[in-house]
């Protein structure tokens, strides 16, 4: 029998993470084995003496901040899921860093792309330092393996509510650090960032995805005018860094034309739309003759037509050699492969005869595409398109910083997004998840987004627009940012079902979304399990809901997931891929017989692991259900593991 406290387990470790990937390098007591590590590595690659990092004040709390286990519970909107009960997408109100740890077990490498806007600590848009975790310097000191005058400065720093870079760096270290869990092996993160902190968080990206997986650094023009900050240059852009999960896996998508003069250079055949690609002449070091010796020969031309042959016959007189300055090259194409492919080549004349051309497809669709530039340069991509969208969209001005929704569906693009994840931990007014539902709308994909965003009040001073809005239009009394975030998300759905409703497949696009906010753990969560046995405190205060919510996602379970409730013999337990759950008091051994009954009798019903509430089954009651189950292991039956959580 298993005993475990949500409040003491962190994310995965990287040594745990060594131990799925290597464990031959670990002894019986899970003890990590350098030497014999370092040994058949030295064998097998050359080991740098060299190293880089970046430092400063705040980077040991930083690193303790990211393996700190949660400190909250995950609460469902019962009454708002159960009207988007099909929905596959997330809304998650709350602490950022608090939610991705939640996600972790039940998303990790299950991300294929994450899009933020952070803070960019400007000095004008209220970002400073601090969290709720308060540590004493004898705490941190053990925590973090640093002595305990450095561990006082670095809490002088923290409490301090600084908005140094040290500070921003401290704050998004964690943050970033466990994304990168998330994603997938194809996957890939996008950050908006302006000169601020664009340095900085190249650096610390560096760090946390490696130097090797940087992408690229986009320049955004946003502001065509340019903004005016009194420094002597007008200000037209800001930046997006992207770095893959793994470079080698990762590969980019394509954008769709949208500019007449682009369209102009594609044509229609039978097979769709294509335009001039390459020359079929090879080049480079391996392109002469000699090299390639089966790959010269003949190519006769239809002066009239603009066929080819590769026999001789009446009209294709016209003899093509593939010869460059004089020079006897070869054809990227073998005989068989021109005759398979005769559609796909373009004949075209030229000064002096012929030369033939690959026609290039559209990767997109059946459109025409384009790939993407480092700069983007579009009106559609400026403050100016985002904001006319927002007054549009709410009758008034309610969000004043909100990314254009053109520029994130072509991030969602590039990042090649199929029917998988999107996550922004920085929501905001909700522009990720309108852009995931205006794709899916466009081509009828399947992309689902996972949106997180604090419940920032709205000054109603600094954003009377938007306090009014919140606190008279949506009747909410303690106006939040969270509140127009999901606002956002309603109207854009609704929005977007009328624009296409002639689309055949409208009907079954995802313009859903399943609510859950974070809740503080009770304290009895954060006592020792030695206090806690054979008391009875939890029954009473315990959020059922927010219980079961966080144990399914902690054991693996995506939150759109609905637990099924299962009656046995009047107790009720509840159930989702091989997972049982037993959370309330009053537990029997009758309710005991009654699950192994249905285990025997049900091939639906294969618990491979049973929990139970730890705060309302006594010891007594815990010993016999680990006796009986234990009992009903020494079948020939697959194995049942028995855990009490606290």
Same mark, same amino acid.
């Given at each position: 029998?298993?005993?475990?406290?949500?409040?003491?387990?962190?994310?995965?470790?990287?040594?745990?993470?060594?131990?799925?990937?290597?464990?031959?390098?670990?002894?019986?007591?899970?003890?990590?084995?350098?030497?014999?590590?370092?040994?058949?590595?030295?064998?097998?690659?050359?080991?740098?003496?060299?190293?880089?990092?970046?430092?400063? &004040?705040? *980077?040991?709390?930083?690193?303790?901040?990211?393996?700190?286990?949660?400190?909250?519970?995950?609460?469902?909107?019962?009454?708002?899921?159960?009207?988007?009960?099909?929905?596959?997408?997330?809304?998650?109100?709350?602490?950022?860093?608090?939610?991705?740890?939640?996600?972790?077990?039940?998303?990790? @490498?299950? +991300?294929?792309?994450?899009?933020?806007?952070?803070?960019?600590?400007?000095?004008?848009?209220?970002?400073?330092?601090?969290?709720?975790?308060?540590?004493?310097?004898?705490?941190?000191?053990?925590?973090?393996?640093?002595?305990?005058?450095?561990?006082?400065?670095?809490?002088?720093?923290?409490?301090?509510?600084?908005?140094?870079?040290?500070?921003?760096?401290?704050?998004?270290?964690?943050?970033?650090?466990?994304? @990168?869990?998330?994603?997938?092996?194809?996957?890939?993160?996008?950050?908006?960032?302006?000169?601020?902190?664009?340095?900085?968080?190249?650096?610390? #990206?560096?760090?946390?995805?490696?130097?090797?997986?940087?992408?690229?650094? =986009?320049?955004?023009?946003?502001?065509?005018?340019?903004?005016?900050?009194?420094?002597?240059?007008?200000?037209?852009?800001?930046?997006?860094?992207? !770095?893959?999960?793994?470079?080698?896996?990762?590969?980019?998508?394509?954008?769709?034309?949208?500019?007449?003069?682009?369209?102009? *250079?594609?044509?229609?055949?039978?097979?769709?739309? !294509?335009?001039?690609? $390459?020359?079929?002449?090879?080049?480079?070091?391996?392109?002469?003759?000699?090299?390639?010796?089966?790959?010269?020969?003949? /190519?006769?031309?239809?002066?009239?037509?603009?066929?080819?042959?590769?026999?001789?016959?009446? $009209? !294709? %007189?016209?003899?093509?050699?593939?010869?460059?300055?004089?020079?006897?090259?070869?054809?990227?194409?073998?005989?068989?492969?021109?005759?398979?492919? *005769?559609?796909?080549?373009?004949?075209?004349?030229?000064?002096?005869?012929?030369?033939? !051309?690959?026609?290039?497809?559209?990767? =997109?669709?059946?459109?025409?595409?384009?790939?993407?530039?480092?700069?983007?340069?579009?009106?559609?991509?400026? #403050?100016?398109?985002?904001?006319?969208?927002?007054?549009?969209?709410?009758?008034?001005?309610?969000? %004043?910083?909100?990314?254009?929704?053109?520029?994130?569906?072509?991030?969602?693009?590039?990042?090649?997004?199929?029917?998988?994840?999107?996550?922004?931990?920085?929501?905001?007014?909700?522009?990720?998840?309108?852009?995931? #539902?205006?794709?899916?709308?466009?081509? $009828?994909?399947?992309?689902?987004?996972?949106?997180?965003?604090?419940?920032?009040?709205?000054?109603?001073?600094?954003?009377?627009?938007?306090?009014?809005?919140?606190?008279?239009?949506?009747?909410?009394?303690?106006?939040? /940012?969270?509140?127009?975030?999901?606002?956002?998300? /309603?109207?854009?759905?609704?929005?977007?079902?009328?624009?296409?409703?002639?689309?055949?497949?409208?009907?079954?696009?995802?313009?859903?979304?399943?609510?859950?906010?974070?809740?503080?753990?009770?304290?009895?969560?954060?006592?020792?399990?030695?206090?806690?046995?054979? +008391?009875?405190?939890?029954?009473?205060?315990?959020?059922?809901?927010?219980?079961?919510?966080?144990?399914?996602?902690?054991?693996?379970?995506?939150?759109?997931?609905?637990?099924?409730?299962?009656?046995?013999?009047?107790?009720?337990?509840?159930?989702?891929?091989?997972?049982?759950?037993?959370?309330?008091?009053?537990?029997?051994?009758?309710? &005991?017989?009654?699950?192994?009954?249905?285990?025997?009798?049900?091939?639906?019903?294969?618990?491979?692991?049973?929990? /139970?509430?730890?705060? +309302?089954?006594?010891?007594?009651?815990?010993?016999?259900?680990?006796?009986?189950?234990?009992?009903?292991?020494?079948?020939?039956?697959?194995?049942?593991?028995?855990? +009490?959580?606290?």
């Amino acid at each position: 029998m298993k005993k475990e406290k949500l409040s003491e387990i962190g994310i995965p470790s990287k040594i745990e993470e060594l131990k799925k990937l290597f464990p031959e390098y670990f002894d019986k007591e899970g003890k990590f084995l350098i030497e014999k590590f370092k040994e058949d590595i030295q064998n097998q690659t050359d080991i740098s003496k060299e190293t880089y990092s970046l430092e400063w &004040l705040g *980077k040991s709390y930083a690193k303790v901040l990211a393996n700190e286990p949660v400190r909250t519970l995950l609460r469902e909107n019962k009454e708002w899921n159960a009207k988007n009960n099909n929905s596959q997408n997330v809304l998650i109100k709350g602490d950022n860093l608090e939610v991705l740890k939640h996600l972790v077990n039940a998303y990790e @490498r299950d +991300v294929k792309m994450i899009y933020i806007d952070p803070p960019y600590n400007t000095g004008n848009d209220g970002f400073v330092y601090e969290d709720d975790i308060k540590f004493t310097p004898d705490e941190l000191s053990k925590l973090a393996g640093i002595d305990i005058e450095k561990a006082k400065r670095i809490l002088d720093f923290v409490n301090s509510k600084s908005n140094s870079h040290s500070a921003w760096l401290t704050f998004m270290y964690p943050r970033l650090y466990i994304a @990168r869990r998330l994603l997938k092996d194809d996957g890939v993160i996008f950050v908006s960032i302006d000169d601020n902190e664009v340095a900085q968080l190249r650096l610390l #990206m560096d760090e946390i995805f490696g130097e090797e997986n940087f992408l690229y650094q =986009l320049t955004i023009v946003n502001n065509l005018n340019g903004n005016d900050n009194s420094s002597g240059m007008m200000e037209t852009h800001e930046y997006c860094l992207i !770095y893959a999960k793994n470079k080698d896996n990762f590969e980019f998508g394509v954008l769709p034309i949208d500019d007449e003069k682009e369209l102009e *250079k594609w044509q229609i055949d039978k097979k769709g739309y !294509y335009k001039e690609g $390459g020359s079929l002449k090879a080049t480079g070091v391996n392109a002469p003759r000699e090299k390639r010796p089966n790959l010269f020969f003949p /190519i006769y031309i239809n002066k009239e037509s603009l066929d080819f042959s590769l026999e001789k016959k009446d $009209g !294709y %007189d016209y003899e093509l050699l593939p010869i460059t300055d004089g020079k006897e090259m070869s054809w990227y194409w073998s005989k068989e492969k021109f005759l398979r492919d *005769k559609d796909e080549v373009i004949v075209k004349k030229t000064r002096d005869g012929f030369s033939l !051309y690959k026609k290039q497809r559209p990767s =997109l669709g059946d459109l025409p595409s384009k790939r993407g530039k480092t700069t983007f340069y579009s009106p559609k991509y400026s #403050m100016a398109n985002s904001n006319a969208y927002i007054k549009k969209l709410f009758n008034e001005k309610v969000f %004043d910083y909100s990314k254009p929704i053109e520029l994130i569906k072509d991030f969602v693009r590039l990042g090649n997004v199929g029917d998988e994840y999107v996550l922004d931990f920085f929501a905001g007014s909700g522009t990720t998840g309108d852009a995931v #539902m205006q794709l899916n709308a466009e081509d $009828g994909g399947d992309r689902k987004f996972i949106l997180v965003q604090l419940p920032e009040p709205i000054d109603p001073k600094k954003s009377k627009t938007a306090y009014d809005f919140v606190k008279n239009e949506l009747k909410i009394e303690n106006p939040t /940012i969270f509140d127009i975030t999901k606002e956002r998300l /309603i109207r854009a759905a609704k929005k977007i079902k009328e624009e296409n409703k002639d689309k055949e497949w409208i009907d079954k696009i995802d313009l859903g979304f399943k609510e859950f906010e974070t809740i503080p753990m009770p304290e009895e969560n954060l006592k020792d399990i030695e206090e806690l046995e054979d +008391v009875d405190l939890f029954r009473e205060i315990t959020d059922k809901n927010a219980l079961l919510t966080t144990w399914k996602v902690f054991d693996g379970i995506k939150l759109h997931k609905d637990l099924k409730e299962i009656d046995f013999n009047g107790y009720k337990g509840y159930y989702l891929e091989n997972k049982l759950y037993l959370v309330d008091g009053g537990f029997r051994l009758d309710n &005991l017989a009654a699950i192994l009954e249905r285990i025997d009798k049900d091939s639906e019903f294969l618990p491979s692991k049973i929990v /139970i509430n730890g705060y +309302v089954f006594d010891s007594k009651t815990q010993r016999e259900i680990y006796e009986s189950i234990n009992n009903y292991n020494k079948k020939d039956l697959d194995k049942i593991e028995l855990i +009490v959580r606290y």
